[in-house]
């Protein structure tokens, strides 16, 4: 299932979008832009999708996604249901954070938060609760208002402790990951044949090291052994195939993958995504038919 690209319209005169929405509503889709996006649920529960990320939300749900990762909340309401307001939303650029940073270098203490956000933030209650009434009244200010309630709410958020991410890291990798350390030559060969067989010294003789100083500069530079590492990349990569070949037997997606049995591939996929994969894709489908029918 390929997201589709929602184009956000700033107003001229405006830093930034902040907005408010019923259920159903036209933005309630798989989507994703290039803008940065506060999502506040004010009212109903569902199921929302960041990235490869499955979860249950309620009200007072405060996520951060980041530029480009798709996201959606889809609420478990009666077919033929109104809500007039479910939640409401800001949106702003990169371009915005890098002038705001350039004017106000106190700025740079959302920098963490920021970054976190390109796998989805999820706010612990307390932080919510503190920026909801600021959330509610953004949406109608004016004039310098408008940016010191941004400046609160960005505030709150980047001081909130217990804060996580939801996508896992390697849904969307970073390139520039590849250029800083001497296991790039290992990296990049995992990424180019992630469903091939392999192990451990064959990485280690690509990158002309004994495997116990592979095994060691590779956990330095990933946080993880070279087998969690793969797995997790593997879960990722069949997750994608789950969106996007919805007709693709789970035990086939299995082997698609590179994994050699289908009862570890059970056992990996439960352990990374909270759920079975067939869960996985009813969740799935449940988004597309709710979206359809919106």
């Known amino acids: 299932m390929k997201p589709d ?37 004010v009212a109903t529960s569902g ?13 007072g749900n405060l996520v951060l996604t980041g530029p480009n990762l798709p996201h959606n909340w889809v609420s478990d309401i009666p077919v033929g249901t109104c809500i007039p307001l479910r939640g409401r939303v800001v949106q702003f650029t990169e371009g915005f954070v890098a002038e705001a940073t350039k004017v106000f270098r106190e ?3 959302c920098s963490p938060i920021l970054e976190l956000s390109r796998r989805g933030a999820l706010f612990p209650k307390k932080t919510s609760d503190a920026v909801g009434p600021m959330l509610a009244e953004l949406v109608d200010a004016k004039g310098l208002r408008r940016v010191q309630l941004l400046m609160g709410v960005l505030s709150e958020m980047s001081s909130a402790i217990g804060t996580r991410s939801l996508a896992s890291a390697g849904y969307m990798p970073d390139p520039s990951g590849f250029m800083s350390a001497g296991v790039n030559k290992a990296l990049l060969y995992i990424n180019s044949n992630l469903t091939e067989p392999f192990n451990e010294k064959d990485l280690a003789d690509l990158t002309n090291q004994s495997p116990s100083a592979f095994s060691r500069s ?17 879960i990722n990569f069949a997750c994608h195939l789950l969106m996007s070949k919805s007709e693709m037997p789970i ?29 996985f894709r009813t969740l799935l489908k449940q988004n597309v038919r709710a979206v359809e029918a919106a």
């Open 5 to 41: 690209l929602e184009v956000v319209q700033i107003e001229r005169g405006e830093s930034f979008k902040a907005w408010e929405h019923g259920y159903p509503f036209h933005t309630v889709r798989w989507h994703f832009h290039p803008e940065y996006e506060i999502h506040h649920v």
């Open 47 to 59: 199921q929302y999708f960041v990235g490869d990320f499955i979860g249950d939300f309620e009200p």
């Open 107 to 109: 700025f740079e203490a």
């Open 218 to 234: 590779f956990r330095r530079h990933t946080g993880m052994a070279l087998v969690q590492y793969v797995s997790r990349l593997r």
């Open 251 to 279: 035990t086939d997606i299995c082997y698609a993958a590179g994994f050699n049995n289908v009862s570890n591939f059970n056992r990996q996929f439960l352990a990374q995504k909270g759920m079975a994969p067939s869960r």
